[in-house]
Structures are given as C-alpha cells and as structure tokens.
C-alpha cells in the first residue's frame, strides 16, 4: 500500500502532534506539512499542488485566523484533485452540509469519528 | 445683624400687637377729638356766660341812668314828655331785674356782687318812685330833700363801681379764654397730627415687614429648587454611574467566561481528544485480545467521551466561540440541539440567517441561554419553540414554552435577577424585552433589537 501524503490543517500544537502520531500509526498516511491558518494553508496547498504532491488534505474548521471553509473554497478553486475532509469538534447537519457542498468529501466530529476518520484513511489507501 | 434684629423685633411687634395697636390708636383719635369738642363747648359755653352777664349788669345800670336822667328833665322841665324814657325803661326794669337774678343765680364768681347790684337797684328804683311821688304831690321840698339824702346818688355809684368791675373781670377772663380756646386747638391738632403720623409709620412699617417676609420666603423657596435641581442633577449622575458599573461588570463577566471558554477549548480539549487518539492506537494493537483489556478500553473510551461532552456543554454555557466562527445561526441551533439531549424536551428552533454585530449577537444568545435555562427549572413543559427572525429594520427572538407559566406581577417569581439582566442587556443594545405569561398559560419571551 502507497502512502497517503497528507496535509493538516489544524492550529492546536497538542491535537495536531497527537494526530500525526495516530494517523501515521493506524494508517498509511503520511503526513507532509500542517499549517495553523486559512492563508497559510492555501499558501502551502498551492506550492503543493503545483509540486502534484499532496493527496489528502485534513481541515479543522476553526483556525487561529480564518475559517477550514475558506481552505475549502481555495482547495475547490485551485481544481485540485486531492481530496479534502473536514475534521472539527462541531459537526451539526448545518456544518456538514456547508462542508459537503464546499467540496469536502467527508466530515468527521473530532472526538466520536476518530475510528471512522482512520477507515477512512485506509480506504483511500486501499483505492 | 442690624437688620435680623430689627425685623425680628418688628415681626414680634406686627404679629401679636398690631391688631390692638391699631384699635388703640383709633380709639385714641376719638378721645382726642372728643375731648377738645367738649373743651371748646366748654369754653363757648363759658364765654356766652360771661357776655349774658356783662349785659345784664350793663343794661340795669344803663336802664337806671335813663330813669335818672328823665327824672331830672322832668323834675326841671315839669313836662311829661320828659318823663317818657322814665316810663319806658321801668316797663322793662323787672325783666332786666329777672335776668340779673338768674345771671347771680347761676355766676358762682360775680353772683354776690350782682345780687347786691340788684338790691342797690332796688333801693335806687325806690328812692326814684318816691320823689316822683312827692313831686307829683306838689311837694317839691320833700323830693328835694329826699334826694339830698344822697341815698341814690350813694346807690347808683356803688352801682358804677360794683358793674364796672363786674364787666372789667368778665372781659377778662372772656380774654383769656380765647387764649385757652387757641390752646384747644392746636393741642388737639398736634394730637391728632401725631396720632396720625404714629399710624402712618405703624402702616409703613407693617408694609415694610411684609416685603421682607415675601423676600425671604422668595430666597427660601428659591433655595429650596436649588437644592431640588442639586438632587435631581445628583440623582442623574449616581443613575449613569450605576449603569455604566452594570455594564463594566458585565463586560467583565464576559471576557471572563470567554476565557474560561478558551481555556478548556484549547488546552482541555487537546488533551481530551490526544486521548482519545491514544485509545484508538491501543485499541488497534489489543484487537486480537478478549476480555478484560477490550472492556477497560471501551469504559475508558466512554468515559472520555463523556469528558469531550461535558467540555462542550460547559463551554458552550461560558462563551460559545462558535458564535464568532460558525454565526448566531448555527450557535442557536447547536444551543438548541444540546438542551433537547439534556433535558429531553422536543425543541422546535426556526433561526434565521441574520448578520448582527457581536455585542447584540452575544446579547441574543444569552438571553436564550437564560429563557431556556428558566425553562428547564421551573417551567415543567412538554413542548418548546425558539425562533429568530428579522422584521423590517429589527430582528426578533421568541423563546415559547407551553409549561406552567408564572404571575408576571410577582417579581420573585420570574427568576429575577435573571431576567432583569436579560432586560438590561437587550435595553442596553437599544433593544426591548416582553415577557407574556399566566399560570397555567405557558410563557411567551420577546425581544426585538435593532439589527
């Protein structure tokens, strides 16, 4: 199984190492790059994208400035084909459906989801 | 101090003794008055007197002269008709006699010596009857010689001297009574002058008091609205600055619960979810085990994530900062969302996308925090609705339950201070409160605010 080289954009140091941590040790997946805000992120994705290396991208909703939305909407501009869920602690229908029609191929609450994020992950891998 | 004195002792004076005063001084007018008019007729009476008693000794010694003189023209003559003023004059002499007596009866001063006047008239009057008889008689000798006697001529010059003096005193005294009659008068005008004057300088100062008097009761009552508009201008300032600590305190309150929510976001939250992450990891590496190991980790699983929830209700509670990130919308709905789960009641929320500021966002939130708090406490409902909508220029939030309800005149009831700050914050952001409710009624809670 290849690995899955993926992008985390997340702005709690704690969640985000822990994460990593996780990701890489329940699934394929490595993690290339993080960033804590909306600009930043798009800033990164856009050299990553120009570089064809980056798979999946991991967004939190809320950030130090900006919002995962707006990571969203500059993932869905770029035209990249990597693909994008959305990890955060308030998954109501309302956030779901913005992600959803934002782009997002899923949607994971950070703390009841975890299992299914890391499905996730290795159905990717598997594809 | 001149001056307080002064009108102390003339209010002293004014207020008891001004009535009396003024009677007294009236009174005193009168006895004036009435006392020089009874002088004056005194005097007048007095002076008539003397005049009456001036005639009546005048006209007898005048009456007796003539008898005497026409005696003596007839007597030389021997014609009757010198004896004419003779006749005349005895016609009148009783009646002068009568008013001679009367004179002496009533004069205490001259009364002797008119009564001797009268007595030596009478002699006169008698010693002239008889020589007129005896020369009637044709004897002439005897009339002479009656007449030598000087019995007459002795009479009729006591008479001169006694009338003489008489009349010398009466005019006299008829003098000196205009001296007194003069003295009447102006006595009475310098007493009635005076009197007057007194009632003038009484009036004057009577009316001089009661311009201090409305003086002062100006300067009180002017210092009496300048005390009130102290007070109000007081009371104005003391109200702005308790409302403007109500806000700080609020304000304090906030950051303070914003804090708090930020903290247990962060930090709690990372290290709830880090172990969560670390439970997954172990999971993964005990899946091949049975029992006891599979059990502690799916209790310790479900402990933290009993954990991860009572995080998010308590910060939800403190500071929602889905409200900056997520909006008013979705931080209603998840308010909703949760107080359904934990007070199992249905919850039927219609919100609105309405963009607001932060502050009346905030205020909005909190104001269906407490309604719905309320409502978990007191109401004993079965059904709630929350709804936000916008209306023309003003958004407007319905909290509505169909539960007890409450008397919304008892203040104690309502929650109070709950619900007074849930009045104060939405007043403060230029909004209104309306609380609908009967026992028995359910309750209705509406604010509108300006968007």
């Known amino acids: ?127 | 101090m001149n001056d307080a004195r002064s009108s102390r002792w003339s209010s002293w004076v004014s207020s008891r003794y001004v009535g009396p005063l003024a009677v007294a001084l009236s009174v005193m007018v009168l006895v004036v008055t009435e006392s020089s008019f009874r002088q004056m007729q005194n005097i007048s009476t007095d002076r008539e007197a003397s005049v009456e008693t001036q005639l009546a000794v005048g006209g007898l010694r005048r009456a007796l002269l003539f008898m005497e003189s026409a005696k003596r023209g007839y007597m030389l003559t021997g014609r009757k008709d010198y004896l004419e003023p003779y006749v005349q004059q005895e016609a009148a002499f009783q009646t002068l006699l009568q008013r001679a007596e009367r004179v002496a009866a009533r004069d205490p001063d001259q009364g002797a010596r008119v009564l001797r006047i009268i007595e030596l008239a009478k002699t006169k009057h008698s010693e002239m009857q008889e020589v007129l008889a005896r020369f009637d008689r044709g004897d002439r000798d005897g009339a002479i010689d009656l007449t030598l006697t000087d019995l007459g001529r002795e009479a009729m010059s006591e008479i001169s001297l006694l009338a003489d003096d008489v009349i010398r005193e009466e005019i006299a005294f008829y003098d000196h009574s205009s001296f007194a009659r003069d003295r009447v008068v102006v006595g009475a005008r310098i007493g009635i002058w005076l009197l007057v004057l007194l009632c003038v300088g009484g009036a004057l100062s009577l009316m001089r008091l009661a311009r201090s008097q409305e003086r002062e009761r100006e300067e009180y009552l002017r210092q009496l609205h300048a005390e009130r508009d102290r007070l109000d201008e007081e009371v104005t300032q003391r109200t702005a600055e308790t409302v403007e600590l109500a806000r700080h305190m609020e304000r304090v309150r906030e950051d303070e619960r914003a804090r708090l929510a930020r903290e247990l976001h962060d930090e709690l939250g990372g290290l709830l979810t880090a172990a969560k992450l670390d439970v997954a990891r172990i999971r993964k590496r005990i899946q091949d085990d049975t029992g006891t190991k599979q059990q502690l980790m799916a209790h310790l699983s479900e402990s933290l994530d009993a954990g991860i929830k009572l995080k998010r209700r308590i910060i939800e509670d403190l500071r929602p900062s889905s409200l900056s990130n997520l909006g008013l919308r979705a931080t209603l709905q998840i308010q909703c969302a949760e107080f359904a789960e934990r007070s199992e009641l249905p919850v039927d929320a219609q919100i609105e996308d309405v963009v607001l500021p932060p502050e009346r966002a905030l205020a909005i939130y909190r104001l269906v925090q407490e309604a719905l708090t309320n409502v978990a406490k007191y109401a004993d409902a079965t059904r709630v609705r929350v709804s936000l909508r916008r209306v023309a220029q003003d958004v407007e939030v319905v909290v509505e339950d169909n539960g007890r309800g409450f008397d919304t005149t008892l203040r104690s009831s309502s929650g109070g201070h709950g619900l007074q700050g849930m009045h104060f914050r939405i007043r403060s952001c230029g909004g209104d409160v309306n609380i609908r409710s009967a026992p028995g009624a359910g309750t209705t809670i509406r604010a509108v605010l300006p968007v």
Not at chain 1, 37 to 64: M, N, P, T, Y
């Open chain 1, 1 to 127: 199984m290849s690995q899955i080289r993926t992008f985390l954009v997340e702005d709690s140091p704690v969640i985000r190492s822990n994460l990593v941590a996780a990701l890489e040790d329940l699934a394929p997946v490595q993690v290339v790059g993080y960033a804590e805000s909306a600009d930043d992120a798009c800033h990164q994705l856009r050299e990553l994208q120009d570089g064809g290396e980056c798979d999946l991208v991991i967004v939190d909703v809320f950030l130090k400035s900006g919002s995962g939305l707006d990571v969203l909407r500059c993932l869905r501009e770029s035209g990249t084909p990597a693909r994008r869920v959305v990890l955060t602690n308030y998954a109501t229908t309302e956030i779901r459906n913005e992600c959803l029609s934002l782009g997002a191929q899923a949607v994971f609450d950070k703390s009841r989801d975890i299992d299914a994020l890391v499905d996730y992950c290795n159905s990717v891998a598997g594809d």
